[in-house]
């Protein structure tokens, strides 16, 4: 029986073994690894959201999302990345994924749910943008790590300002 | 100092060369960007909101438009107002809030002033300390000078002697009618709050342009497309006049113009195929309704849409995404743009999340063009460093009736020319196509 009194093996998974899972998961985004990024979530079901800086409990289904990708728009958005035709990535951003406040949250069914907070700094042309918010994932444990079955980033800034954009993986 | 009459050279508008430039300095200089402030942005009818954020009785949102803070209320007595958002008192905001709902009055913490929801001020702790010269009745919350209601659209004014909102709209009425025909619209929950370090001017030619589209926006066409399953895009293709392929650009007076005015013979935007795919029966519903209620030949124009246009100065609407756009420098290099989806209330959801589908597909910082746009103009505005080796622009294509070699620029010629108007003479261009 795990710590949480459920008789699978959720409970006995680590808050060291998340933050593991998150930190690389970091370090593949900074390195600009993103085809091994990709491969982190669950081929079919994964997905991948930022609400807009002003309504991050809205429903993706009839509001506006800033990304809202479904496994499809996620690889396509990765192919854009890796093609040289984002022009807003090419030269590409020097990127610093900071994750830290790192919890297992409870779990939703077969996933762990998980909570953190980021700061990911963007450098680009002489400008140091900070992206500033908390991150929601689902994972599911597989072969001693994790598929991500969705990864959520709520946004803390009021808004994109000076940003102006969120065209690489935040 | 410039005072707007020397400006004149800013501009070199060669109707019979066929040569249309434009001196970079208007994307820098700090005075230019004052008299903008002036004879633009101060006397101009300005996109301030929709009242689908902020529908019922005590609903309100706040906003800065035209460099001013506002409320914009839906008062207790059924009036939409916009006012100042500033206490009559020592001036702080009074409505610190982005939005609310069910509010009986607006209170100042500062000195505990309170305002009803129409702005009159119903509440001064102390009051006995003010002589009879305190007048409390003409203390309420500054309404704007002017504030006009178009189906929903809220526009307002600060230039309290500006022509009525009809006269300014020229011709622009019927097309933004025809964008508005959709159905029942409102603008969706989830705002597109950004920036671009670039002047706004960037901002009105980039959103008109179609010459950019095949360039910066190729991974849209070769990459998103065939990845939703739809053909790749071909942007540069150029069909005949009168068709929106043919760039039936179309002044609209006082610096108003379509890229694309709706016409029954225009091949239908992308979006369509694009929802027929992805929400076919419930698309073909919707289509079925809007015959029922226009004919089938009004129908196409609404449903295909009337391309991207822009109401001067700075309100841009692109049909093929429901897209609503202002933009508000606040330096020469420096804007901020709230962009929104504008839609049908009575999509059925299929239909409501196909739209968004394809919205999010091209536009805001995190769609798969927008960003490529932003980068662009950030960029452009990097190269106006060398402004005073490398003067000046060039906006010349299609003039002189040049129908070949893809999309021309007459959009961006005839905002220049109302702007050059406004800064020189404080008065509309008399004419400002080709």
Known sequence: MAADGHADGLGAITRQQVEDFLFAEAELLDEWKLAEWLALFDEERGSFFIPTTDAPDADPNTSLYLIADDMTRLRTRVEQLLSGLTWAENPKSRTNHMVTNVRIAGREGEALLVRANFVVFRMRFQNVDPYIGKYYYKLLPRDGTFKILERRAVLDLEALRPHGKVSFIV | ???????????????????????????????????????????????????????????????????????????????????????????????????????????????????????????????????????????????????????????????????????????????????????????????????????????????????????????????????????????????????RRGGDTRPLGNGHVTGGYPSPDRPMHPSVAFLEKFAGDEMEAYRQKLVQQHGQERANLIEGGAGNYLIFPNLIIIDGWRVFRTFFPTSPDYMEINGWACLPREDTPGLRKARLEWYLGFQGPGGFATPDDVEGLEGCQMGFAAHKEVEWSDISRGMKGNTAGGPGELQMRVFWREWNARITTGRHAPYTGD
């Open chain 2, 1 to 243: 100092m410039l005072d707007g009459s020397n400006t004149a050279a800013l501009i070199n508008d060669d109707r019979e060369e066929g040569l249309f430039r434009v001196h970079r300095s208007v994307f820098v200089d700090r005075e230019i960007f004052e008299l903008e402030r002036r004879l633009v942005f101060d006397r101009s009818w300005l996109f301030a909101g929709h009242i689908s954020e902020f529908p019922k009785r005590g609903d309100f949102i706040t906003r800065h438009v035209g460099g001013r803070p506002l409320i914009l209320v839906h008062s207790d007595d059924g009036e939409v107002r916009a006012l100042l958002n500033t206490c009559r008192h020592r001036g702080n905001l009074v409505c610190r809030d982005l939005k609310g709902s069910g509010a009986e009055h607006f209170r100042c913490f500062y000195h505990g002033w309170i305002y009803n929801t129409r702005g009159e001020l119903k509440g001064v702790p102390g009051e006995e300390a003010y002589s009879d010269a305190f007048d409390r009745e003409a203390l309420g919350l500054e309404p704007v000078p002017r504030m006009h209601n178009h189906r929903g659209l809220i526009f307002v004014a600060f230039d309290p002697e500006i022509e009525t909102f009809a006269s300014y709209m020229g011709d622009a009425l019927p097309v933004i009618d025809n964008t508005l025909d959709l159905g029942d619209m409102e603008f969706v929950e989830g705002q597109f709050k950004y920036s671009m370090r670039a002047n706004w001017k960037l901002l009105v030619e980039n959103s008109m342009d179609g010459y950019h589209a095949a360039f910066t926006h190729e991974r849209f066409a070769t990459h998103f497309m065939p990845a939703m399953g739809m053909r790749e895009l071909d942007f540069m293709r150029r069909g005949p006049p009168g068709t």
